[in-house]
């Protein structure tokens, strides 16, 4: 059966935000027939942007009133008061609310009204790939999910918003609130973000360490990363042992499970833990309202880090680097 985006086709969809996800979805949209207005801090970073693209801009509570879903994609910090403010006392009963995050209704920061359809659709790509493949008339694969149905057709437009994104051209899979949230959460944490930039760090420091010249060790536990990460994007660990040497694929075999071992995979289940029980969420919120004062100090540890130093410098001669 070819999902379609007939359940949304006589609603007005409000869009919250419009930074990565929220102008991709906005315009995919708008292109799929549907009816779209954007929601926006007057003044804000991006107004004037959607304006551009020809959308009429609103501000968020205007943007709410009149529509029959509305689509939140600002930070996920920023959420919980603009639902207060902007959502709770406006949305019309029987309403969709969709988020492309599940962690503030998961962890409990938004508690959504009971006589609202409350769904998920998450794309698995940044909002310019989920736009430049609609485009060319393909898509990226979508998470969707349910968490309150009470229209009887949370689930219809959750498919028909994602069939409007155009994930249907690929693929869209079912999850849950959790699923979608923790394992999102643990990705970038244990591996996509935390885990890969520890490891570059660690590998820069001890080469340089060592005496190596930091340009030769930038090369060499940085810029090829993306050589080896394309690999694994196109065609996973097969193709990136295909395509590397014998010599790197032995080295592969007889370093690779010391430098990451079962004391790291004990770690990464405490991580998991935390994410699970709702300690990392807690936690961050605090962060988040105490002012950043502790994320503020560890970004500026990493943006001090000798190797941003040596990349940038390095990253001026590759001009190709500037064009992207
Ligand atoms: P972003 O930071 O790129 O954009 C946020 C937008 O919200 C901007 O337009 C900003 O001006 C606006 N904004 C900020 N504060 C606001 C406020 N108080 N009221 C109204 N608008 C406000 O955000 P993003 O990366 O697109 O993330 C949006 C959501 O999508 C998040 O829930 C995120 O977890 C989720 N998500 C992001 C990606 C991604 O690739 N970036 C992928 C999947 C899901
Ligand atoms: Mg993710
Ligand atoms: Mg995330
Ligand atoms: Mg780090
Ligand atoms: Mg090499």
Known sequence: MTV??????????????YGSQGRAHALNL?????????GLRAGGPTAAKAAADGFAVATPAEAVKGADLVAVLTPDMVQPKLYEEAIAPILRPGAALLFAHG??????AIAP????????VAPKGPGHLVRTEYEIGRGVPCLYAVYQDVS????DKAMAYAAGLGGARALLIETDFKEETETDLFGEQAVLCGGASELVQKGFETLVEAGYRPEIAYYEVLHELKLIVDLLYQGGITKMLNFISE???????????RIVDAATKERMKAVLKEIQDGTFARNWSEEYKAGLPNYRRMKQADLEHPIEKVGAQLRAKMVWLNEA
């Open 247 to 257: 010599t790197a694929q032995y080295g592969d075999y007889v370093s690779g499970p």
């Open 152 to 155: 009887g057709h949370a689930k």
């Open 113 to 120: 009204r009971a006589d609202i359809d409350v769904i998920l």
């Open 103 to 108: 962690f503030n209704v998961h962890f409990k």
């Open 4 to 17: 379609t985006t007939q359940a949304l086709q006589d609603s007005r969809i409000a869009i919250l935000g």
């Open 30 to 38: 708008r292109d799929s027939g549907l009816d779209v207005v954007v």
